[in-house]
């Protein structure tokens, strides 16, 4: 049987840190049948860990040999025990999976892994578990279970609807709550409601399809049917919240950011017993009119003190989407932070 050597890692720099050119070998017991899973297609797992650790992976009959100076080949004899263990437990690891690992890594809390991987809120109908997969996101779904009021805001991608959208089924097939009402905004870019065809519930459908989506995935189209027929599910515009009190209701407020203070304020005043009410957002993907202050942004200023309520600010590191997705949420917060520098508003201040 012959070693595979995928690439020889040399001494570098890293910070105020010196790494030794001294070689450690570390051996870590790796099962065939977690091989494929771990290492990735034509090995890419393996060169991404290598390039970033600048270390050298040998695998051979079931051992995978690390060589590098004894920081790093600590570093990923940790992270395979990480990873392997994470494969154990049924996971597809993912390119996305290892590049979070290795950024767990650098900040020493690559055992938080294991304890994200162990957070399951549901299964879909396929079968398929639901868990956070980022600390940004597990913190999240802890502070839904502890607190009444939760806000979740973060940019596109970060499992805000999707996450809450599972606790709210979680906690009706619990009988933890009579109902789950879904609300956002009828409001889009460059649309108007009056201008589509059919009445008004087809004219509030389109805006209302992520969350059937979402709902079709985890609960399955004939349950969502049969709960929406008996009035258990409701989905529907903010608008219809006005003059209600839900209570024993999981209610779910999606694209917060597109409600004006006033909604905002009618929304969370709807609020009964025994309800828990989750409100997500995402304060960089406005499509109200120009001028109209958002509702989130008052909201998070207004209620950030008071007990029973939470802010959860997820970040461009808890997109799990397509990897291309984070690089363009990364893209547009350089690009508006720049915009918005000290130094460029006092040179646009001193042009008018």
Same mark, same amino acid.
């Not at 060589?67 to 993912?94: H, P, V, Y």
């Not at 055992?111 to 956070?132: F, H, M, V, W, Y």
């Not at 599910?233 to 009190?245: F, H, K, N, Q, S």
């Given at each position: ?197 059919? %009445? &008004?519930? @087809?004219?509030?459908?389109?805006? #209302? ?5 979402? =709902?079709?995935? *985890?609960? +399955? ?65 406005? %499509? &109200?009119? @120009?001028?109209?202050?958002?509702? #989130? ?5 207004? =209620?950030?003190? *008071?007990? +029973? ?44």
């Amino acid at each position: 049987m012959r070693w595979r050597k995928i690439f020889i890692g040399c001494s570098q720099k890293k910070g105020n840190l010196q790494m030794s050119n001294n070689i450690m070998e570390a051996l870590v017991d790796l099962p065939a049948e977690h091989e494929r899973n771990i290492f990735g297609q034509f090995d890419e797992h393996l060169k991404i860990i290598e390039r970033t650790l600048n270390v050298t992976l040998i695998a051979r009959d079931g051992v995978l040999k690390i060589l590098g100076n004894s920081f790093r080949t600590d570093q990923a004899k940790r992270l395979m025990l990480q990873l392997l263990e994470l494969s154990k437990r049924g996971n597809m690891i993912t390119k996305q999976n290892i590049n979070y690992a290795l950024s767990l890594l650098m900040e020493e809390k690559e055992s938080a892994l294991t304890e994200i991987d162990s957070d399951l809120i549901c299964n879909t109908i396929q079968g398929r578990p639901i868990k956070p997969k980022t600390l940004g996101q597990k913190n999240y779904v802890d502070q839904i279970r502890k607190n009444m009021i939760v806000f979740g805001v973060g940019p596109a991608g970060t499992g805000k609807t999707y996450l809450a959208m599972a606790m709210a089924v979680t906690a009706f097939r619990n009988e933890e709550v009579n109902r789950i009402i879904l609300t956002r905004p009828a409001i889009e870019a460059g649309e108007k409601l009056g201008f589509l065809p059919g %009445d &008004l519930q @087809s004219k509030v459908d389109p805006y #209302l399809r992520p969350l059937y989506d979402a =709902l079709y995935q *985890i609960m +399955g189209p004939e349950s969502f049917a049969k709960n929406m027929e008996r009035g258990l599910i409701e989905v529907a515009p903010l608008a219809y919240m006005r003059g209600r009190t839900l209570d024993n209701a999981y209610i779910i407020l999606d694209e917060a950011q597109n409600t004006t203070p006033a909604q905002m304020k009618m929304f969370l005043t709807r609020i009964g017993f025994g309800s828990k009410v989750i409100v997500t957002g995402d304060a960089s993907q406005k %499509d &109200l009119p @120009s001028g109209t202050t958002s509702g #989130l942004d008052v909201a998070m200023k207004v =209620l950030k003190k *008071i007990e +029973g309520i939470s802010f959860c600010e997820l970040t461009s590191k808890d997109v799990v989407r397509h990897p291309l997705v984070q690089k363009i949420v990364q893209a547009y917060d350089a690009y508006e932070k720049k915009l918005n520098s000290p130094r460029r508003k006092k040179n646009y201040d001193n042009i008018h």
